[in-house]
């Protein structure tokens, strides 16, 4: 790897064997319900605790995706995960269950291209034969834990986002048929000094801008190289501010080819201002919605965005700014 | 990678080129206080909150880590690091301050070898050239996190542990003079039950055997193989457990060979329970004292298993048992 280079390009090309996307009632009455796998009427997905829910919809994302890849947990060397939860206890109580060899990962709602990216470099190093990625949120538990009790009522400003109900997976091998993880760029933190965590799009847009030039200067591309490029959670305010940037910083990505899983998930509602948030939100868009698109032949070649902000409420209450980072895997058709 | 296996042998043995321990005040007060390469006499460590003052030990361990490594910070390829703050704060803005592209890691007391392991299969595969991995804890964040206000003065079992306050890095490289990494096992999470957060070494002991069955399941290598296994921090409690659990197991390493990080810190001193835990705890004895007495050629193989309880607060209180992991990772002479 060149000096200063951060991105990792995968000779062997790992095939994505199978993905899944699990989601809430919300996420039901979305534009992309018809995508996911599985979609639960009760916000509770049938447990007595809203961190238990979001730990169901993690397992049952990668039951199914393990289900759809023709394997059993047994073939599955590592399992990637992450979420919001404090000390990632969904993930943690989800390996739990798996009993698949557990690596735990932190990235915000980044965690999704994090674990992607290593999933296929180990893939890719014959490091493993199959390995499971995953990540999940719950709007529930997420309001719990880093703002105000929902009964409280409090009301967000328009540039605040809805953290998704919803979980995805992949399964990721040397091979098999699908699409493939064709290379990934690691993020740097990246902090303009934004301190609104009712303004996360706004915070992660440089951060998002930040691994995009990063991703086109190691791998010397054209910026019309992908159909799409897509951001995880800018929101559309972020979506709005990196729009900007771009340009600005002689990124010439066609505009029209660039959009965010944060407006994707739930389109226009105006009830999830500035849209959708949360490690499931990439996550289930990506699995869900964009992978099939792309079997359907709408993109051969996507460029996926995730961005986090690695904000605690703590750190937010002591005056610290957000610190943020995106990290990219680019998928294509064969 | 054959099914069922989860062991990583680094045919290149990736070299770790370097390698740092800090301490705090307590830490100066033990056995290995020479094996630092910084103590700090004040625990706030020059900062206005423990939270910050954790994060100092981090971002120390690595500028002195890349300092002795003879490398600038624009060198380094990748920065994994992990801690147990929510949301891991400390990794996350100690990645800020060090503008290196970032993976943040979650294993609790185990992310010391969950990070050795992934940076030694990031050079192994050519995937990067230098990698710096990195962990951190600090006493009274972590008091203040887990469990009550440190002026309440609440009394503690003698099965409980003291959280160092220390952090540990190491630069890990293809090439250069040093000990190798030669292979790393990923552990699976067990859960046998175990709900009392102030017994983590009973709980994480069965964690560390399924770990070190697989690490010689695995390799196929002779019980007596390693000169020295050393567990993360199980202290007196869970190292007792783990010496009664290997023979029964018929894991026939010899016991005078067996040691624990987490009774190395802090030698015999009954203030601190069963014995040290957190992360910095087998950071900073691996990175600081286990490694300058493998310089000396007391051990020329030593396997270290960092041990981790994945619990969260929250999830104690919700009356779920505890979650354990263990990573493997061998560090032998060349």
Redesign the interface.
Known sequence: ?L????T?VFASKPVIRSASAIGGPFEAKGPIAEDFDTLHSDLMIGQD?W??AERTLLEEACDKAIEKAGLTK??I??FLS?D??????SS??G??TL??????????CSTSM?GLA?AA??V??????YVLAATCSHNASAEKQYRYPTEYGSQKPPTAQWTATASGAAVVSANGEGLRVTSAT????V?MGLKDPFNMGGAMAPAALNTIE?HFRDRQLPYDYYDLVVTGDLGRVGHSILSELLPKHQIEIPLDRYQDCGIILYGDNPDVWSGASGCGCSAAVTYGHLLRKMKEGTWKKILVVATGA??????YQ?G?SI?C?AHAVSIETE
């Open positions: 790897m000096k200063g280079h951060q990792w605790s961190e238990k047994e073939t060397n590592f992450g919001l939860m404090n000390q990632i206890v943690s109580f390996a739990r009993t698949i060899p557990f690596l735990g990962l932190f990235g915000a994090e290593l470099l180990m890719d190093s014959q490091s493993a034969e690691i993020g740097r933190v902090d990063a690695l904000l605690s409420p703590l750190s002591q610290e610190p980072i």
